[in-house]
């Protein structure tokens, strides 16, 4: 599938946004903060700082419980702000219920963007936190690696240890079978996850591996045991040229304070 002709110069916008979060109702907050509100003014900051967006990429929790509600107000909201999308599901979501009513925006296994090749998997397990690839999974992220595309790879949970104990735990667990698939391929540049509801940036086998702040409530880094950290919600953006290239920045939003419950010890 191709989303879009690139011009011998001009970089394609791909943006990300992570672990939403929304309630069965708009208000619904989590740890104390509104998460519509939350999302809205990220996705304010995107519009502000991002005229023209390629793709949209809406990278799992979506859903605080998985709820249809969720999923129809998000898609509703999302509808427009870029010239596709593509959402992919996490630990806490339905992905059946999401596709039902996302339909096949939700986790194509590949997506050609001008010259570029982006792979989306599916990392989340049914009833549990963290995350894994299945064979069918693997195999699509073979397929990525033996491509001459430039690619980046996106997922829910992460790959690598942060330093930060208790997310550590929940991250891909045969992620050693992910690498030791791309570890002769030149062409994956990065992969891409989300669940962490922070910043990072690593390299690993020579390709980056990049999470995204989430739109509401932010982990702290470092942290032995669940913490908040008092970032604001944020997104990421990538500028991917023509020629294999590529430019990443986080941003957040600027000039609002959210309400957030510092001393919670965790949630559901």
Same mark, same amino acid.
């Given at each position: 599938m191709n989303l879009a002709a690139q011009t011998n110069t001009a970089?394609?916008?791909v943006v990300q946004i992570s672990d939403c979060h929304l309630g069965a109702e708009l208000g619904d907050s989590l740890l104390g903060m509104d998460t519509d509100n939350?999302?809205?003014a990220v996705l304010t900051t995107i519009a502000d700082e991002c005229p023209h967006i390629d793709l949209l990429v809406v990278s799992g929790d979506l859903a605080a419980h998985g709820d249809a509600e969720s999923y129809r107000r998000l898609?509703? =909201?999302l509808d427009g702000v870029?010239?596709?999308? *593509?959402w992919l599901p996490g630990n806490h979501d339905d992905a059946n219920l999401m596709c039902s009513i996302v339909g096949d925006q939700v986790m194509p296994a590949t997506l050609d963007v001008g010259t570029? =090749?982006?792979?989306f998997m599916n990392s989340a397990v049914c009833g549990e936190v963290g995350g894994s690839l299945a064979a069918d999974q693997l195999a699509v992220l073979a397929g990525i690696a033996e491509s001459e595309r430039p690619s980046l790879v996106f997922l829910h949970h992460h790959l690598r240890a942060l330093g930060c104990a208790w997310l550590d735990e929940? =991250? *891909?667990?045969?992620a050693d079978e992910a690498f030791a698939i791309v570890k002769d391929s030149s062409n994956i540049k990065a992969f891409v996850s989300g669940h962490v509801h922070q910043q990072s940036e690593m390299l690993y086998q020579n390709m980056g591996l990049l999470t995204t702040p989430s739109t509401c409530i932010q982990f702290a880094p470092g942290s032995d045991n669940f913490a908040l950290d008092d970032c604001n919600p944020g997104y990421r953006v990538f500028y991917l040229a023509p020629n294999g290239q590529f430019q990443t920045r986080v941003s957040r939003v600027k000039g609002v304070t959210f309400a957030v419950d510092n001393l919670a010890s965790g949630y559901e």
């Open positions: 970089p394609l916008t939350s999302l809205e898609y509703a =909201r870029a010239a596709q999308m *593509v570029w =090749r982006l792979g929940q =991250r *891909v667990k045969n």
